[in-house]
């Protein structure tokens, strides 16, 4: 069987990458590069929708590695069904953390300060004076304490915030503090001016952001969603921004893309981007980066980074 790789950026763009297998481009297109029987390591096309990233997977009988240009898996790991045993599936752990934690400081700074308002004054070449809140002395409760909730809070530490509160799906002791465990949310809401998601999307995380996760934050408080959009249940969302209580800053919604005329877009306390945390210009670099380093250690049978599951005799 020949040993393909197929990669969702030109072969010949990628320096450094190992002798040995045979180097297929292919993001997402109608026509397969080769025949998906033939492929032992699959990059998974980048940004494209699930079904994309999916559709090779059936074919995939050789397979033994699926890596991901992204941070979470969640679009990818419904395939994986399909799979053998003994695939193992790598996320883009290194790649993202960078340009997903500048935006949720942006977003932050953005919401708090104004930042859309004085756009939209400046439209009417009006002058919109007044107090604003700003981060400094906020407590600041991040949801979701991995490679990217940690590279959040390198940048809030010099905006001279109050404090961090982290949490994760279990709690353990870091270098600047604990972690709190999930089941400590409902103590710790009520604390928080700020609060960032930063989690994975798995079946313990969708719509952890509900009813009552909202009716626990204070008011005034700001909700930024840095995460996946089905974290938050948006019904539940709308009821409290409409309202005018909290407000929100989301790069990620459910449904996304966010549709014409739904009522997120009129909130006037919610502030939305495009799903823009990763696609910057550090995103080429580090990913090519990543994709040398695990197909080196994929020719040379080390051990490869970055694994998050391993399917088992039935697929996952």
């Not at 989301?250 to 005329?261: A, I, N, W, Y």
């Amino acid at each position: 069987m020949t040993a393909d790789v197929w990669l969702p950026i030109p072969p010949d763009e990628i320096e450094g990458l190992p002798e040995g297998p045979e180097y297929r481009f292919w993001d997402g297109e109608e026509d397969f590069p080769a025949d998906p029987a033939d492929c032992a390591f699959y990059v998974v096309p980048y940004m494209k929708p699930a079904e994309v990233g999916q559709r090779p997977l059936p074919r995939m009988r050789g397979v033994r590695v699926v890596q991901t240009l992204s941070a979470g898996t969640d679009h990818i790991e419904p395939g994986l069904r399909h799979l053998g045993p003994g695939v193992r599936l790598c996320n883009a752990r290194g790649v993202h953390e960078a340009s997903t934690a500048e935006l949720a400081l942006a977003l932050i700074l953005a919401s708090l300060r104004g930042l859309p308002d004085f756009v939209r004054a400046q439209d009417r070449q009006e002058w919109l004076g007044g107090f604003r809140p700003a981060l400094a002395d906020r407590n600041v409760l991040i949801v979701g304490y991995g490679s990217i909730g940690a590279a959040i809070e390198d940048r809030l530490v010099p905006f001279e915030v109050a404090r961090v509160v982290r949490v994760a799906r279990s709690g353990r002791t870091t270098a600047r503090g604990p972690v709190h465990p999930l089941t400590e949310l409902p103590r710790l809401l009520p604390e928080a001016d700020v609060v960032v998601l930063s989690t994975p999307l798995t079946e313990a995380t969708r719509h952890l952001v509900d009813a009552d996760f909202l009716a626990r934050m204070k008011d005034g408080a700001l909700l930024v969603n840095v995460a996946r959009g089905p974290v938050v249940d948006t019904k539940a969302l709308l009821a409290e921004t409409e309202s005018g209580r909290i407000a929100a800053a989301l790069d990620v919604t459910d449904p996304e893309p966010l549709p014409f005329g739904h009522p997120l877009w009129r909130v006037p306390g919610v502030l939305i981007s495009p799903h823009a945390g990763g696609p910057t210009s550090a995103f080429l670099p580090r990913a090519e980066r990543l994709l040398v380093d695990q197909l080196t250690r994929f020719v040379n049978r080390e051990p490869l980074r970055n694994v998050i599951l391993t399917t088992g005799p039935a697929g996952v």
